[in-house]
């Protein structure tokens, strides 16, 4: 491949790639340009060295495996690191080291790590590239794996070093997979510098320092600092069969079905009425306001990084049949016709293992349970025609969404800002016997964030409320459940496709054409108010789905007032406030002398 040294017209740039290059010593340097000769000749580089391998041509042309190091297969989040000054603005919701010691602790790792290697400057837009919502940041890695995902993760080369150069500022990154060893890995961050630096890492959330470093960690630090919102959440686009098309983002923690709701397709009733749905974005959100407060969406991320594993015809069709060209496999297993293999494929037999083994079930899985897919967003089959837009899309209503077998009912609706703010705060899920050893405890996750929050949460919900002005179109919030179980322990609710039900709904109330029940915790759909046609929903179903259990519910908020003050001073008084009245409404519901005390 063709290498250049040619910098940048912007001299901070240029300097900044300099001191880097004297500190890590690489062999030559390369700036990227995202050009297709380029991405090909990257990838027979790596074919050449072994770093990937070409999948069947037949069936998944211009696809190749990558197998990463046992020890390096999904995010570190405890050697990852805010570094602000003040420890108290990291919060503590983050790691927490002093920007100092954090510099020298990873820079003393960094010192000739690139000796013998090619140090590439991948300059890259987060969201359209004409988007006022759109940020710039710039990676210096030394991986081609890297700089291959970052092409299909981001608008990557030459059109964002324009942007780069016109604004004159960028969000640094610099990382190197230095010796893959797990004592000398850390992912730090410096929002006040607008810098990250990872060392010891290949895997993508460590390595891929536009996805959650960027997009979330600096993201949200660089949106409270400017009056924006930077959210893990997806976009999607419902229209009916009118035509009109509402968008929707929505929080979810993992293993709560976040892509599937991303590329939802409707049930047959649905789709013959002519509902259909739009994904733009699966995982991360970015949101502006305008003059009437109304919240506008892009999705920063031009690609996606999936979870490979349980993806499947049954479970999500419109992902997996993006998969069979143009992508880049991390860790599953392989045919042995050279196809891709992972559990939940029904087709197909594995022939190696994720580290290249043959495969022996009593290894475990052929694919790891994190294995990844990279691939254009563009080619899902539910891509959005406005995903590109410069604008993004207007916000409908926002929903978060927890795992919670007991309590919770499928939907509910925030009587306002403030108190969707607070459920959103509030979101949890409750963890299984085989993860925790212990049924039922609910560990809170305050809007899907709480690994990627860049500062103190008590300054993220303070933000979030400052949106809540007099008069602002905003977006109305809801909170799903789509796990609920019955007394048999079964779920009561179908999910996947027959979730639109729940999304008419919410629709609806968004249009101010649906009725709805005023509960303390919000306002509830009655059986009638959702479309059930079709759907075999038990009596046990329709009770506990659609109730408000008072008593549940008061202890409910007990936790979270306790959560809330765990953050102390910085948790606004506004959220503490709402609390407590959701609080006293439900104590008169209360049965017995404690209601009647009140």
């Known amino acids: 491949?063709?290498?250049?040294?040619?910098?940048?017209?912007?001299?901070?740039?240029?300097?900044?790639?300099?001191?880097?290059?004297?500190?890590?010593?690489?062999?030559?340097?390369?700036?990227?340009?995202?050009?297709?000769?380029?991405?090909?000749?990257?990838?027979?580089?790596?074919?050449?060295?072994?770093?990937?391998?070409?999948?069947?041509?037949?069936?998944?042309?211009?696809?190749?495996?990558?197998?990463?190091?046992?020890?390096?297969?999904a995010r570190v989040e405890h050697l990852t690191f805010v570094c602000t000054s003040e420890r108290e603005d990291a919060g503590s919701n983050n790691h927490w080291m002093?920007?100092?010691?954090?510099?020298?602790?990873?820079?003393?790792?960094?010192?000739?790590?690139?000796?013998?290697?090619?140090?590439?400057?991948?300059?890259?837009?987060?969201?359209?590239?004409?988007?006022?919502?759109?940020?710039?940041?710039?990676?210096?890695?030394?991986?081609?794996?890297?700089?291959?995902?970052?092409?299909l993760m981001t608008r990557m080369g030459a059109a964002a070093l324009a942007r780069i150069e016109r604004e004159g500022s960028f969000v640094r990154g610099l990382h190197s997979i230095g010796e893959l060893d797990p004592d000398k890995r850390f992912i730090m961050h410096f929002p006040e510098e607008l810098t990250i630096k990872s060392i010891g890492s290949g895997y993508g959330g460590n390595a891929l320092l536009g996805k959650k470093c960027h997009a979330l960690r600096i993201g949200s630090y660089q949106a409270r600092r400017e009056g924006w919102l930077a959210e893990h959440m997806l976009i999607v686009g419902i229209e009916n069969p009118a035509g009109e098309t509402h968008y929707i983002a929505a929080a979810f923690?993992?293993?709560?079905?976040?892509?599937?709701?991303?590329?939802?397709?409707?049930?047959?009733?649905?789709?013959?009425?002519?509902?259909?749905?739009?994904?733009?974005?699966?995982?991360?959100?970015?949101?502006?306001?305008?003059?009437?407060?109304?919240?506008?969406?892009?999705?920063?991320?031009?690609?996606?990084?999936?979870?490979?594993?349980?993806?499947?015809?049954?479970?999500?069709p419109n992902a997996l049949a993006m998969l069979n060209r143009d992508a880049i496999f991390t860790n599953v297993g392989l045919t042995a016709d050279l196809q891709p293999w992972w559990e939940g494929l029904d087709q197909g037999r594995p022939a190696k293992d994720s580290q290249g083994r043959d495969f022996d079930p009593a290894n475990g899985p052929a694919a790891h349970p994190n294995a990844r897919f990279t691939v254009s967003a563009k080619q899902c089959p539910s891509y959005s025609p406005v995903a590109e837009s410069a604008q993004g899309v207007p916000l409908s209503a926002i929903v978060f969404g927890g795992r919670r077998e007991s309590l919770v009912p499928l939907v509910f609706e925030a009587r306002d800002w403030q108190h969707g703010v607070l459920i959103g705060a509030a979101m949890a899920s409750e963890t299984t016997a085989a993860a925790t050893g212990a049924v039922g405890v609910v560990r809170r996750d305050s809007m899907a964030m709480k690994p990627f929050c860049g500062y103190n949460f008590g300054d993220y919900f303070a933000h979030w409320l400052t949106f809540g002005k007099d008069g602002a179109k905003l977006p109305?919030?809801?909170?799903?459940?789509?796990?609920?179980?019955?007394?048999?322990?079964?779920?009561?609710?179908?999910?996947?496709?027959?979730?639109?039900?729940?999304?008419?709904?919410?629709?609806?109330?968004?249009?101010?054409?649906?009725?709805?029940?005023?509960?303390?915790?919000?306002?509830?759909?009655?059986?009638?108010?959702?479309n059930l046609a079709g759907l075999d929903l038990s009596d046990e179903a329709r009770d506990v789905l659609f109730a408000m259990d008072p008593q549940g519910w008061y202890r409910e908020f007990e936790a979270i007032k306790q959560y809330l003050h765990d953050f102390g001073s910085r948790c606004p008084q506004a959220l503490i406030d709402e609390a407590n009245l959701i609080e006293s409404e439900l104590h008169v519901l209360q049965p017995g002398p404690q209601a009647s005390a009140a």
């Open 1 to 73: 491949m063709a290498l250049t040294t040619a910098g940048s017209k912007l001299a901070s740039l240029n300097a900044w790639v300099e001191s880097v290059a004297a500190l890590t010593e690489p062999q030559q340097i390369h700036w990227c340009d995202g050009s297709d000769a380029e991405d090909q000749a990257l990838k027979l580089l790596m074919v050449e060295r072994g770093d990937l391998i070409p999948l069947n041509p037949d069936t998944h042309p211009n696809c190749y495996l990558h197998r990463s190091h046992p020890s390096d297969v």
């Open 98 to 151: 002093a920007p100092a010691d954090a510099h020298a602790k990873v820079d003393a790792l960094f010192a000739g790590c690139m000796r013998g290697r090619t140090l590439y400057v991948v300059p890259y837009c987060m969201g359209p590239i004409d988007s006022p919502i759109a940020r710039c940041g710039v990676e210096i890695t030394d991986s081609p794996y890297v700089v291959a995902n970052m092409r």
């Open 253 to 316: 923690p993992s293993a709560c079905g976040k892509t599937n709701l991303a590329m939802l397709i409707p049930p047959e009733g649905y789709r013959e009425a002519g509902w259909k749905v739009w994904t733009v974005g699966d995982d991360i959100c970015w949101m502006q306001q305008d003059d009437e407060g109304q919240l506008w969406a892009i999705n920063p991320e031009a690609g996606y990084f999936g979870v490979a594993p349980g993806t499947g015809a049954k479970t999500n």
């Open 476 to 530: 109305k919030i809801f909170h799903v459940n789509w796990f609920r179980k019955g007394s048999d322990g079964k779920f009561l609710w179908p999910g996947f496709g027959d979730n639109l039900r729940v999304l008419e709904w919410v629709i609806a109330r968004c249009e101010g054409k649906a009725s709805g029940q005023a509960t303390p915790i919000g306002f509830l759909p009655t059986p009638d108010d959702l």
